[in-house]
């Protein structure tokens, strides 16, 4: 985290000493898929209180970026991942500290988000943006439905599908290669947290917060809508 800041400080300068150039403006719609890997406690494969046992899943992501100049823009994005929660792991950890053996039934984590925020970016070359994207918004996250049985004791351990609304934040780097005038390809790599609270009946509290971190890593197409001089 602390080298996207110093490269966000970096480009901001950037931005400054390049506010006299003022080239086309540019919208593009960006569609993308790959790859959710958690990361942080949601990665976690022990029984603490913030462990999520996520491991891989898949993402989804529709953007709009307006340029406004050669190194600042505007960018809203929706996205959709889907998490696995890991059942083996949850199993082998619950086999370690209790006696028997334990059979894990999970579905997956789903995370739904829409967020806007900041583009800095280097002047194009070769065809070619190199992006760095800030964005604030808002995700719907599911927690599955998650049973253990014990093999001596029967069910110890339930809690229901829930969903909860919370503040998310991204930062991430994207690159946008022009084969043409008007289409092209994209990478991006971003980092996602949010921090939702689901029901559990079992305790104290009758809730939990569980803190959800995880990486995107994507490719996809981009088209530019219009162009428009200032």
Request: aromatic letters at 10%; glycine letters at 4%; zero cysteines.
């Given at each position: 985290m602390k080298n996207i800041l110093f490269i966000l400080a970096l480009f901001t300068v950037l931005t400054i000493q390049g506010a006299s150039q003022?080239?086309?403006?540019?919208?593009?719609?960006?569609?993308?898929?790959?790859?959710?890997?958690?990361?942080?406690?949601?990665?976690?494969e022990s029984l603490t209180v913030n462990s999520g046992f996520a491991s891989a899943g898949i993402n989804t992501e529709a953007s709009l970026m307006r340029y406004m100049g050669s190194f600042f823009g505007l960018t809203s994005a929706i996205g959709y991942s889907n998490i696995f929660l890991s059942e083996k792991d949850y199993e082998n950890e619950y086999d370690r500290v209790l006696y028997g053996t334990h059979q894990v039934s999970a579905g997956n984590y789903q995370i739904l988000s829409a967020m806007g925020g900041f583009i800095f970016k280097v002047p194009e070359f070769s065809n070619t943006d190199i992006l760095l994207m800030v964005n604030l918004g808002v995700a719907l996250s599911f927690h599955p439905a998650l049973s253990v049985t014990n093999s001596y004791l029967g069910l110890i351990n339930s809690v229901k599908k829930d969903t909860d609304f919370a503040g998310i934040s991204n930062a991430g780097?994207?690159?946008?290669?022009?084969?043409?005038?008007?289409?092209?390809?994209?990478?991006?790599?971003?980092?996602?947290?949010?921090?939702?609270?689901?029901?559990?009946?079992?305790?104290?509290?009758?809730?939990?917060?569980l803190p959800i971190r995880y990486q995107n890593i994507n490719v996809g197409f981009i088209m530019k809508l219009g162009?428009?001089?200032?």
């Open positions: 003022q080239p086309a403006k540019r919208t593009i719609l960006a569609s993308s898929a790959g790859l959710s890997l958690p990361y942080a406690e949601f990665a976690s780097i994207r690159i946008n290669h022009w084969l043409t005038e008007q289409y092209g390809l994209s990478l991006s790599y971003s980092l996602n947290a949010t921090r939702p609270s689901f029901d559990d009946k079992t305790s104290i509290e009758g809730h939990f917060n162009t428009s001089q200032k």
